[in-house]
């Protein structure tokens, strides 16, 4: 007897798979996928991202008139910092090792596998329905960047990554930008000839204090996530690196945000009489939906077929949605009641892994109805 999505979901969160190791959790998603007697397809991409994976791919010739849809979920999970154990109490998922779960992204998983199965095992009608399970998309979206999307004959798809939930329906997503930014100073012993230097940290700190970061606006983010530099505690630091990030829902918005932060590090390095370079890197595009899009109906009306109350929202982080969106698709972000993601406290429960599985199903009834 085939595992419910309880089930599936335990074992593949069992298994650790951070970004650019996910290879033990896409051959149990090939076997089971395969178990369901469908073909699989992997990609090369794997190598050239830096995956022990490439992108899985699978469809299901249509069994009724109506409109195919594609389904996309990530292997990959942040890193866990201990082994993962899942345990299950009082109707809730959780890991018993106190690291994360990987309901993100592998709830999804299980939610998408088990209907799939379903929809084969029960011979229910449907316009066409293709799988797609993607690598590194914790580190930029990768996998997904990389699948050609051309391969896909649904036009209209969902992702569920949204901690939220189920019911929630995402209309909008931000756009990104990356900034490195390296200060060049001069060493100098610093207990005998500090003023021969000229110290990269504090150009860097002086850039950092000026910055508006945090929630900008109502629209925006702006965060500093990683810094490091200098030699020894004895020298003033002749380098210094720091990466930062931008997002808003608005791309005006961003670009402002971002020559704001350059002007930022040009007055720092200016005052600390130091040299910078800034290299900037577009990260991922943004996208909005309004409730009466095509795709955006298809979610309410099965969601609501299932009993569920739908609301909107925007949401601050991205998913493999930006990029099928940015490729002319329509790619919806479904919430799936996943709590507390990225930390040791992350859960969903037995009910809402479940629900998930009824929303696919009644994902691909609307679509011939």
Known sequence: ??????????????VPSPPGEERAVADLVTRYLHDCGLEVDEDGAGPGIGSTMGNLYTHLEPTAKGEPLFLCAHLDTVPPTAAIEPVVEDGVVRNAAGTI???????????????TRRVLAEGRPHGG????FTPKEEVGLVGAYAFDHTRLRAKTGYVYDQAAPVGVVILGAPYSQSMEVTFHGRAAHSGMHPEDGRSAILAAARAISEMRLGRVDEDSTANVGT?????????????CTFVAEARSQDERKLADLVQEMQDAV?????????????ILRKSYRGYKFTKSDHAVALAAAALARCGHEVSYDVSGGAADANVFNERGLACVNLANGMTDIHTPAEHITVADLEAMVEVTLALFEVAIS
């Open 101 to 115: 779960l990987g309901a993100d992204n592998k709830a999804a998983v299980a939610a998408m596998l088990e209907a």
């Open 266 to 278: 040009t007055f720092a390095a200016g005052v600390a009489e130091c040299d910078v370079e800034t």
């Open 129 to 132: 329905i293709e799988l797609l």
């Open 227 to 239: 810094i490091q530099g200098g030699t020894a505690t004895n020298i003033v630091p002749e380098w």
């Open 1 to 14: 007897m085939p595992p419910d999505v309880l089930d599936l979901f335990t074992e593949l969160a069992a």
